[in-house]
């Protein structure tokens, strides 16, 4: 069984940035078709961040991170990265790695076309 292992979150200040990475355990020849980034904070639903298509690393960003976040993919590795840079005390969530088999340019913002999901790093960002 997959499961998606992130790291990389913490607790910062506002305008400072962080590095989240996320690697599959257990098949680790497994290849996906694309990677995305969720968020979650208290009270609120889960919301799309960043995806990458892992045929040609097409990238996708919710408006609200575009221009400060960026998602990249090491396929050696088969490791997908999100570099937040100009941290918002509203980037305070958990942060979910998510990735599949299948990747659409239609649906990649939808949590529920994703199979493989981590546990969460929690990302804490201070005024």
């Known amino acids: 069984q997959v499961q998606m292992v992130e790291s990389g979150g913490g607790l910062v200040q506002a305008g400072e940035s962080l590095r989240l990475s996320c690697a599959p355990s257990g098949i680790l020849s497994m290849r996906f078709g694309g990677m995305g980034w969720f968020r979650q904070a208290p009270g609120k639903e889960r919301e799309f961040v960043s995806a990458?298509?892992?045929?040609?690393?097409?990238?996708y960003y919710a408006d609200s991170v575009k221009g400060r976040f960026t998602i990249s993919r090491d396929s050696a590795k088969n490791t997908v990265y999100l570099q937040m840079n100009s941290l918002k005390p509203e980037d305070t969530s958990v942060y979910y790695c998510a990735a599949d088999r299948t990747f659409s340019g239609h649906t990649y913002f939808i949590a529920r076309t994703y199979s493989y999901w981590g546990q969460g790093t929690q990302v804490t960002v201070s005024s």
């Open positions: 990458i298509r892992w045929s040609d690393g097409n990238t």
